[in-house]
């Protein structure tokens, strides 16, 4: 559908469409970028590598290893289980007052972390938990091989309250937008179930479900207030490290080893997104389009 | 739908409410229980914490100004970034995986090294624009940028935004019927949950608001928090329930509107 | 090219004006320049300082939880004697954070006018301070202020174990090894980033044979508390406290006292073998943005009201001595302090960095598990 007026006029006109979200992100979200990776790169005296090269050291390397897996398997568990919770509101009425409930509801849960939050755990199932006693009381012990709340497990299980709620909000308009004509035209054609979800409506969920699930994977990755508040056992995960090295009272101000620590999270969620584009371009192939 | 499926899909739903929902409130239950208790092993509970926070005027402003900051993100996000996503995804479908990529940096990076980024920038706004809490605003909406544009990209994703586009055009329309009056009303439980988001993100906002010295409804209520640890979580509960409140009245709103602009559904 | 240049530098001489005539503006209302006064004396004396600090009407605090030796008391009544409105930011925030917050903050009416900081951000960032004599400059010991009056120190305390005693007894460091303390013992904060951790680490050094520049004793302690299951790895807050999950804390003494409210059977102790002793430091940003509030505060705080407030909340203030000696010290809150038997010691510059380093490296192996 070429315009008479030629192709450099048109293409001018496409990209203005553009402009405004490139020159508001250009301001405030690549400038800080920017600032970050330059303060990666910066030393006492100068440009240096020596805090990349601090990233090779053990402690913080396992940091690294943490974070990926704390991340990914709760983004995991949030994407399944908040599909199905997803699921379960989009299937029923659309005015109804469940979905209405239950969406608020995931709205400010999806946000309620920090402090509060891994005070409502400890306060449920720590070792003074409200559960724990009851349990207590009839004669089960919730933790016989050691408290796993304060830990990483416990905190894998901590972050899934609010990645949950997540995905049920981000995920919703996907399933929205299923039409109940496809299930009856999978019927009439003699498809079950299975078909049903394998041939048509898996296809097209997928890369909203993608989409959703590297979006969990970030989230839990950058969270820090409710690592911060339940473990004190020193930095587990990267955003621990870097808040040790931008707020710690007890050593040298190193706010560019933090910096470097940020770039680093850069780069690991840059190369999660490249294997995400991956997927998508692949899954893209069973759809019709 | 047959009957035996109906019924399937009923207990499958009461099952799924009924875990989720005892996963989700029993926490909260805890808090609640903790904030009522008296001090002392044997003493009565007590609704003393939730009573003393009282009318305090920091607590009132702070909640004022949370919930115009909300109002602007949400605005500014819906102005920003729909008509940018609907506009890549039709003429510029190359941009499409920057535009992503560029959506999901503010979530790479924790918010405590974002605000390192921030600060030379909220210096020089404060020292030259303004110094209120609404500047926030802008940090806020670089914040909301991951959440929502996953929120409607699922729903542009279920929209079949070409053949759309193409029929409107080839019908005579410009671009600005082909987003606003054709491609919007399609995705309208996406941009309600974008906002419903953001309206989250805002009110439970933290870091960046108490690293830049603003006093948001986080905020204040962590200073408040400061001085009992009952008072501290009985804040932090009417916080959750508030915000909840909000958002369902958001619901509501957000259908009342959609319903007087009589969108069709394609 | 010309006109855009000739305008642009008009532009530019316009806002520079602009600048110059708000410059001139916060400071003419408080009469004599008072970001530049070392002291109320040079500058007019104290009434002049209390109504140009009324007339600023403000000050900025940062990180000042209201539980923490009594500010909750001090901030309302500074607020009620003079009128001023004390705006707090970010309560929970290190002594890291504050000094981060001035440099990033600077020139902004945001920026925190004065700093409650731990000696290791004190000593590395003198440069960010104003100098300033309090009236009773000369009852504060020499070594516990810097000499051209950059930082003051202000309260300090000293490391104790505070334990819930209606369900245990703590009578030495050694006890908390033993079976009765069971998933009970727990730390105020993370050692590689809170200087109250990492003090409460060090005094458990100096009670298993470490010594101040050797912290590796208490780490092993800790290794073995965690081996035992007797240690928590929570960050011991008000709430977990009071809910019983941290029934035995090491923190400092006044932070420790200050559960007593909230749990009458709480108690603290200080071991006779490791009184690990720490002051905070008062300090006056250079570019506070309410300088007159600031310097008034620091009257305030350094006065007899001020101290026997902190006395009140189970600090010892730095003033203790001189106001015992002329009977201004509230004998009361002085009796309520924890008792302290034993040498103390203290935590220098270069012991601090050693044992922050120690543990960057080795703190999670111990206890991450």
Redesign the interface.
């Known amino acids: 559908m070429r315009r008479p007026l030629g192709g450099r006029l048109r293409l001018s006109s496409t990209w203005l469409g553009a402009a405004p979200f490139v020159v508001y992100t250009g301001a405030f979200l690549l400038l800080p970028t920017v600032l970050v990776a330059v303060g990666a790169f910066s030393g006492a005296h100068g440009p240096t590598l020596s805090n990349l090269a601090q990233l090779s050291q053990p402690y913080i390397v396992s940091a690294f290893v943490n974070s990926l897996v704390l991340s990914a398997v709760s983004a995991s568990v949030g994407a399944v289980v908040g599909a199905v919770l997803a699921y379960a509101v989009a299937t029923g009425s659309p005015d109804g007052i469940m979905r209405r409930l239950v969406t608020a509801l995931c709205g400010v849960l999806s946000q309620f972390g920090g402090v509060t939050l891994a005070f409502a755990f400890i306060a449920t199932i720590g070792t003074e938990g409200f559960i724990v006693i009851w349990l207590r009381q009839h004669g089960i012990d919730f933790y016989p091989n050691g408290v796993w709340l304060f830990s990483l497990t416990g905190l894998t299980l901590i972050y899934t309250y609010f990645q949950i709620p997540l995905m049920v909000i981000v995920f919703m308009p996907a399933l929205d937008g299923i039409r109940p004509q496809w299930r009856e035209a999978t019927e009439t054609l003699g498809g079950a179930t299975w078909h049903y979800w394998r041939h048509v409506a898996g296809p097209l969920l997928l890369p909203a479900f993608l989409g959703a699930w590297l979006l969990l994977f970030a989230n839990a990755f950058s969270a820090y207030a409710t690592a911060a508040a339940l473990l004190d056992i020193g930095g587990v995960i990267v955003p621990l490290q870097i808040s040790r090295a931008l707020s710690s009272e007890v050593g040298l101000d190193q706010a560019n080893l933090a910096a470097a620590l940020a770039l680093g999270m850069v780069v690991v969620v840059a190369l999660i997104t490249v294997g995400y584009s991956w997927l998508q371009r692949r899954s893209a192939r069973w759809l019709p389009r | ?1 047959n009957r035996r ?1 109906r019924r399937r ?1 009923a207990a ?2 009461t099952a ?2 009924v875990v ?1 929902g005892l ?2 409130l ?6 609640v ?2 904030a009522t ?1 008296g ?3 044997s003493s009565p509970r007590t609704l003393s914490a939730f009573t003393s926070i009282g009318s305090d005027p920091e607590l009132v402003d702070a909640i004022m100004a949370s919930l115009e900051l909300a109002l602007i993100t949400s605005v500014g996000m819906l102005a ?2 729909l ?2 996503m609907i ?2 995804r039709l ?2 479908p190359r ?1 499409v ?1 920057p ?4 959506c ?11 605000v ?8 020089w706004i ?2 030259n624009v303004s ?1 209120s809490i609404l500047t926030l605003a ?2 806020y ?2 914040l909301v ?3 929502c544009y ?6 542009l ?4 935004i ?1 053949t759309l586009s193409e029929a409107a055009r080839s019908l005579g329309a410009g671009w600005d019927t082909v987003m606003w009056r054709i491609v919007v009303p399609n ?1 309208s ?2 941009v309600s ?1 974008a906002c ?2 953001c ?3 805002v ?5 960046v608001a ?6 948001n409804l986080q ?1 204040a209520i ?2 408040l928090g ?5 008072i ?2 009985a804040l ?1 509960v009417l916080s ?1 329930v508030f ?3 909000f ?2 009245v ?3 709103l957000a ?1 009342s509107l959609s319903r007087r602009r009589g969108a069709a559904r394609a | 090219m010309n006109r855009t240049a000739a305008r642009g530098t008009r532009l530019a001489l316009g806002v520079a004006a602009l600048a110059v005539i708000a410059g001139c503006g916060s400071t003419s209302s408080s009469g004599a320049s008072w970001s530049t006064a070392t002291s109320a004396s040079a500058n007019g004396g104290m009434s002049t300082l209390v109504s140009a600090a009324k007339a600023e009407g403000q000050l900025n605090v940062i990180a000042l939880p209201l539980n923490w030796a009594n500010y909750g008391s001090i901030i309302k009544d500074f607020e009620a004697k003079y009128g001023i409105k004390v705006n707090q930011a970010n309560p929970q925030g290190s002594s890291q954070d504050e000094v981060n917050a001035v440099k990033s903050e600077a020139g902004t009416s945001n920026a925190p006018d004065v700093l409650d900081i731990g000696m290791a951000v004190a000593w590395a960032n003198t440069s960010l301070f104003a100098p300033y004599k309090v009236a009773e400059w000369s009852d504060i010991l020499a070594d516990q202020k810097d000499a051209g009056g950059l930082w003051y120190q202000d309260y300090g305390g000293y490391m104790s174990i505070g334990y819930d005693s209606s369900k245990y007894t703590v009578t030495s460091v050694s006890d908390l090894l033993t079976p009765a303390f069971k998933s009970a013992v727990a730390l105020n904060g993370d050692p590689t980033e809170a200087n109250a951790a990492l003090n409460g680490v060090m005094m458990a050094s100096l009670a298993n044979g470490g010594s101040l520049s050797n912290i590796g004793p208490g780490v092993s302690f800790f290794k073995q508390l965690n081996a035992d299951g007797n240690f928590v790895p929570v960050t011991a807050t008000a709430a977990t406290i009071d809910n019983g999950t941290t029934p035995v804390v090491f923190d400092w003494d006044y932070l420790n006292s200050a559960s007593v409210v909230n749990l009458p059977s709480w108690k603290v102790f200080v071991p006779s073998d490791a009184v690990l002793g720490g002051y905070y430091a008062q300090a006056i940003t250079k570019t506070a943005p309410h300088p007159a509030a600031a310097r008034l505060w620091e009257e305030y705080l350094y006065s007899a009201t001020g101290q026997n407030l902190w006395l009140q909340g189970g600090a010892r203030p730095v003033e203790m001595s001189a106001m015992q000696a002329n009977g201004t010290l509230n004998q009361t809150y002085a009796a309520a302090l924890p008792a302290v038997s034993g040498d103390p010691v203290t935590l220098d510059e270069s012991q601090a960095a050693a044992a922050a380093s120690y543990l960057a490296g080795n703190w999670s192996a111990a206890v991450g598990s």
């Open positions: 739908m499926r899909l499958f739903k799924v409410y989720l996963f989700f029993l926490p909260i239950a805890a808090m229980e903790f208790r001090v002392g092993i920003l970034l008509p940018t506009w890549v003429r510029l941009m995986r535009v992503e990529l560029a999901l940096t503010p979530l790479t990076i924790p918010a405590i090294v974002l390192v980024g921030f600060a030379p920038i909220y210096r404060e020292i110094d802008f940090a909406l670089i940028l991951p959440y996953r929120a409607l990209d699922a729903g994703s279920a929209v079949d070409r995705m439980s996406a949950n419903l988001l309206a989250a993100v009110l439970g906002e933290f870091t108490n690293l830049l010295n603003f006093e905020v962590s200073i400061t001085g009992n640890a009952s501290s979580i932090s959750l915000v909840f409140v958002l369902l958001l619901s509501f259908r």
